[in-house]
Nanobody
Framework: QVQLVESGGGLVQAGGSLRLSCACS????????MGWLRQAPGKEREFVAA????????YYSDSVKSRFTISRDNAKNTVFLQMNSLKPEDTAVYYC???????????????WGQGTQVTVSS
């Protein structure tokens, strides 16, 4: 069973940066596509970034492309999301996820983290 624990959320001013971390507990974490989704109040959950294990191919939604960077350390079973040039519209609960398909959608997720709040003030 894959368990995911996020950390690193918080409050930041527009233009600032945050780094989210996701610790994966299972020994098979490197078999999954890992990613980050977010959900803002009144909106659907959306995938913002994902990364494969084998060749570290990455995916970004148009809304975060060139501002966010996803990376993974398979030796430490950890996935990171570096978020730069944050905007108020980035405010959401961010969830780490393990998925079984590329490019993943919410339907492909087999394990979710508990979520971490990111708030960007204007």
């Amino acid at each position: 069973q894959v368990q995911l624990v996020e950390s690193g959320g918080g409050l930041v001013q527009a233009g600032g940066s945050l780094r989210l971390s996701c610790a994966c507990s299972a020994r098979t974490c490197d078999r999954y596509v890992m990613g980050w989704l977010r959900q803002a109040p009144g909106k659907e959950r959306e995938f913002v970034a994902a990364i494969m294990s084998s060749d570290s191919m990455t995916y970004y939604s148009d809304s975060v492309k060139s501002r966010f960077t996803i990376s993974r350390d398979n030796a430490k079973n950890t996935v990171f999301l570096q978020m730069n040039s944050l905007k108020p519209e980035d405010t959401a609960v961010y969830y780490c996820a393990a998925a079984i398909r590329w490019v993943p959608t919410s339907n492909d997720v087999v394990s979710w983290g508990q979520g971490t709040q990111v708030t960007v003030s204007s």
